[in-house]
């Protein structure tokens, strides 16, 4: 089979006489070969993750041609029945089975376990299923953050993976040998020439043009140029980035492409005329990928692209546009998309649209969702009827079940109803171990939520213990350099702040930014939001004034990598906070007052964060108001903490004692 039909990426072209032009270069043994021939011998479930270009496809085609040349070989496609599918492989003798860009098969309503065990099963039987995934897709599912939920269709995709074993990981940059053959080769041209700029980019990257690609797009934006086919690619690169990883129409991209011209500067530019923007963004570079990929009357980013670090926020009007041309499944992955790029509204309004036409699991995915964005009781009114009917149609030992009890302690914490979360962590704890193991992931994660809202409950001391016993068996299990280890070491820090010993917490949680910034980069939220934690722990040492220097340049990195972003607007706030202590009011009301404006717009009035911003605003301008005018204004705010927190919320019992002093 042509392995650019199966999803090798093409190279630039060369021709020999008589033979015209070869899409694909000459084979550079890699490192992780022998590795997956083996797999692929043993038969069973091989999968192989990294970055976009780094030669994924191309190593598991020449692997499998190695290991199994006389198979049957399926191609998989996300969009066919997959049901059907594992049926027909069952039936299979010998065969491989082709799943390239396996995200694609984790939707609602994919693949599942049984589905994978249904085509490995059975005696006398030799079956592969050989897998490929982006190393970002992948991390959705092996180290999604803990504030998002279990939910059923995130948890069946990762059994799914976990069914995988170890994937084999293949590296963006080639190895000091791997370079070597590259040069040393004869064959190929491209290769050497690729090869010398292998300091500075991946070979199989170079192959495919995907830094000439980059560097295309960014000179495109020059007036005369072609800054309406940037656009266009800008609007095409954002809809991979807000989940939707099929072609879309070019109707969609004109209506999306104006808010990223304008934002570039508009008629100044002289955008070239729409048939010639789209002509640039689709021819090939040297015969390679192009910017724009025209599949059947649609348009598909390039995938090298949407992996770029440091691309800008995705504008609302763009989840808008989106959401109002997609199907309701699609909604269901855009809405999962926005719940990781923490944009609640949005993932609130995807689900919503896609339980109201019938995809699985929206119903629940929708009730995270509105947790998420600051409805914490009602999240747990609707969660506690899918509860009952898990329990009912599964059991109450089944993973969804306990997940489920897991996402309702998370939100009766939220909602400031502590001691029942604390109460409901122990006993699941207790639960997980019995049923899924004390060292499965999800019992590790039920422990750290455990320990978290005791602290919040007010027994930092128990919930420091609970993290030390923690820490050790989650590093065992998921290795240092795991996300959720991260985190967890991040929840220590903070838990040390609480038992006074402010300094050891901020020597924690500065360590914890070290490794985030080697492992996971200095531009991703994880280390974004520790350089908050490190900061709010300055302050609380005295140091008011480093403190809000620390917030003011991680205000301008959120800003310019998140965008109008919740963690950007508790940086704000923070920072508001911090100037009234330091005998700044005019200026800290100044920026409150801009915080409460976006916190309203982002969140809604009744969010626990408004509610607290228009806490701290009364706080900094009392020496500007009558005694009586603060009193009304924090009775105002009393009833609406009430309302929409309940009374056992910790900001609602600050807000009445403040009102009860005033």
């Known amino acids: 089979m042509d392995p650019i039909s199966l999803g090798v990426h093409p190279a630039a ?7 015209g032009a070869e899409q694909v270069p000459a084979f550079v043994e890699r490192d992780r070969l022998g590795d997956v021939v083996q797999r692929i011998r043993r038969g069973g479930f091989v999968l192989i993750v990294g970055a976009s270009t780094a030669g994924k496809s191309r190593l598991a085609y020449e692997a499998m041609r190695v290991a199994v040349p006389d198979f049957l070989l399926l191609q998989a496609r996300p969009a066919e029945d997959l049901q059907a599918l594992s049926s027909a492989v069952g039936a299979a003798r010998r065969c491989v089975v082709w799943l390239d860009e396996f995200d694609q098969f984790l939707r609602a309503g994919g693949l599942t376990v049984e589905m994978v065990k249904t085509m490995l099963a059975g005696p006398e039987r030799e079956v592969v299923l050989l897998a490929s995934m982006r190393s970002k897709e992948y991390d959705r599912y092996s180290a999604r953050q803990r504030d998002v939920t279990d939910a059923a269709t995130w948890r069946a995709g990762r059994e799914v993976l976990l069914h995988a074993g170890e994937p084999v990981e293949l590296d963006r940059l080639w190895s000091p040998q791997e370079i070597s053959q590259a040069q040393g080769t004869d064959r190929d041209p491209r290769l050497k020439a690729a090869a010398q700029a292998s300091d500075r980019f991946g070979i199989a990257e170079v192959l495919a043009a995907g830094p000439q690609l980059h560097n295309d797009w960014i000179h495109a934006w020059q007036a005369n140029e072609h800054p309406r086919g940037a656009a266009l690619v800008a609007a095409a690169v954002d ?6 990883h099929r072609p879309v129409s070019i109707s969609l991209l004109v209506s999306m492409h104006e808010v990223y011209l304008s934002a570039r500067g508009g008629a100044v530019l002289r955008p070239e005329l729409l048939e010639d923007a789209l002509a640039w963004a689709t021819a090939p570079v040297q015969g390679a990928s192009s910017l724009l990929l025209p599949d059947q009357g649609n348009y598909l980013a390039f995938d090298y692209l949407i992996d770029l670090p440091g691309l800008p926020a995705i504008p609302e009007s763009s989840w808008g546009a989106l959401l109002a041309a997609v199907t309701p499944q699609d909604a269901f992955d855009v809405g999962w998309a926005a719940v990781d790029l923490m944009r609640p509204s949005v993932a609130l309004a995807a689900f919503d649209t896609a339980r109201r036409h019938g995809v699985p699991d929206a119903g629940y995915a929708h009730a995270i969702a509105l947790g998420n964005a600051g409805q914490p009781l009602p999240a747990v009114r609707l969660l506690r009827p ?6 009912a149609q599964l059991g109450p030992d089944h993973p969804d079940t306990l997940a489920a009890r897991h996402d309702m302690a998370r939100y009766l914490a939220e909602a400031g109803r502590l001691s029942e979360a604390v109460t409901l962590l122990d006993r699941l704890a207790l639960d997980r171990q019995r049923v899924q193991g004390p060292r499965h992931t999800a019992t590790l994660v039920t422990r750290s939520s455990q ?3 005791l602290r919040e409950f007010g027994d930092a001391p128990q919930a420091l213990r609970l993290f030390r016993e923690l820490l050790p068996d989650m590093t065992a299990v998921l290795g240092p350099d795991h996300v959720d280890v991260l985190l967890a070491r991040q929840e220590m820090g903070r838990t040390l702040a609480h038992t006074g010993r402010t300094a050891d917490g901020l020597a924690c949680l500065t360590d914890v930014l070290k490794d985030q910034e080697r492992l ?10 520790t350089r908050f934690e490190v900061a709010l722990l300055v302050a609380g040492s005295g140091d008011l004034h480093n403190a809000i220097g620390q917030l003011q340049a991680l205000m301008v990195d959120q800003e310019r990598i998140l965008g109008l972003h919740s963690r950007t607007l508790s940086t704000r706030h923070q920072l508001g906070r911090l100037l009234a202590q330091t005998g700044d009011p005019d200026r800290a009301l100044e920026v409150l007052a801009e915080v409460l404006r976006d916190q309203e ?4 009035p009744d ?3 408004t509610l607290a911003t228009r806490y701290d605003q009364l706080l900094a301008a009392r020496h500007t108001h009558e005694p009586q005018e603060t009193a009304a204004l924090l009775a105002a705010l009393q009833e609406d903490c009430h309302r929409a927190l309940g009374s056992a919320h910790p900001l609602t019992r600050r807000v009445t004692t403040a009102t009860g002093a005033s």
């Open 13 to 19: 072209s060369r021709r020999h006489p008589g033979l």
């Open 239 to 244: 809809c991979r980035r807000m989940g939707l």
């Open 386 to 391: 899918l509860h009952q009917q898990r329990d």
């Open 451 to 453: 320990a978290r809202f």
């Open 520 to 529: 996971l980069g200095a531009a991703h939220p994880h280390t974004l939001s």
């Open 601 to 604: 717009r982002f969140h809604g």
């Open 607 to 609: 969010h626990p964060r």
